[in-house]
């Protein structure tokens, strides 16, 4: 279960994809990026647009910074790997991207055991994260029946709360000053 969370935090938002970074898939894999980045292109045409593509210069900005902390706090090794990928990483380098196709398609480009073991990994982590945010929209769709339904009792309450009190004006109303039973302390004249 540490493998799928460190893989988890290794899953990114981008341009409404989850992906995951080459210098990520390659130190799963246990290969350089080098080597990872030379395998794929040999098998480019299994990597269609929707299955990999190269980060934007304006995107690789943003997404550095949260690199750096979420590798960092998973282990040592990883920091190593974006320290050293962010120094080496120009305008020429900027990472690749897999979605979950693309990750799901390197089982047919690497073979090793090591490969396989983690691509399952990686498999059941994007299956977890979908999982959870179907989990998430069924808890915000609850919440907001919830949200409905309060709506309705509280404009209920307030029509019982109004009609409580126009019933009570009603009978303070008739009820007459003098008719009024008298309380407190009788003074005689003496």
Same mark, same amino acid.
């Given at each position: !279960?540490?493998?799928?969370?460190?893989?988890?935090?290794?899953?990114?938002?981008?341009?409404?994809?989850?992906? !995951?970074? %080459?210098?990520?898939? $390659? $130190?799963?894999?246990?290969?350089?990026?080098?080597?990872?980045?030379? $395998?794929?292109?040999?098998?480019?045409?299994?990597?269609?647009?929707?299955? *990999?593509?190269?980060?934007?210069?304006?995107?690789?900005?943003?997404?550095?910074?949260?690199?750096?902390?979420?590798?960092?706090?998973?282990?040592?090794?990883?920091?190593q790997?974006? !320290?050293?990928?962010?120094?080496?990483?120009?305008l /020429?380098?900027?990472?690749? /991207? @897999?979605?979950?196709?693309?990750? +799901? !398609?390197?089982?047919?480009?690497?073979?090793?055991?090591?490969?396989?073991?983690?691509?399952?990994?990686? *498999?059941?982590?994007?299956?977890?994260?979908?999982?959870?945010?179907?989990?998430?929209? %069924?808890?915000?769709?609850?919440?907001?029946?919830?949200? %409905?339904?309060?709506?309705?009792?509280?404009?209920?309450?307030?029509?019982?709360?109004? +009609? *409580?009190?126009?019933?009570?004006d009603?009978?303070? /109303?008739?009820?007459?000053?003098?008719?009024?039973?008298?309380?407190? @302390?009788?003074?005689?004249?003496?």
């Open positions: !279960m540490q493998v799928i969370q460190s893989i988890q935090n290794r899953i990114y938002e981008l341009r409404g994809e989850r992906v !995951m970074l %080459d210098f990520d898939l $390659a $130190a799963l894999y246990e290969v350089e990026t080098r080597v990872f980045n030379q $395998a794929v292109k040999r098998n480019i045409n299994r990597f269609p647009a929707d299955f *990999m593509f190269q980060l934007e210069e304006t995107e690789w900005e943003i997404l550095r910074p949260q690199l750096i902390i979420t590798t960092s706090s998973t282990n040592s090794n990883s920091s790997i974006v !320290m050293s990928s962010k120094k080496h990483r120009g /020429a380098y900027l990472p690749y /991207a @897999f979605t979950e196709q693309g990750v +799901a !398609m390197l089982s047919g480009v690497l073979r090793s055991n090591k490969a396989i073991e983690m691509n399952i990994a990686i *498999m059941r982590a994007f299956v977890e994260i979908r999982r959870i945010v179907l989990l998430q929209n %069924d808890v915000r769709e609850q919440l907001r029946l919830i949200k %409905d339904k309060l709506g309705d009792h509280d404009s209920q309450l307030n029509q019982i709360y109004d +009609a *409580m009190e126009n019933l009570l009603e009978k303070a /109303a008739e009820r007459k000053w003098k008719d009024r039973d008298r309380v407190g @302390f009788r003074i005689s004249d003496k």
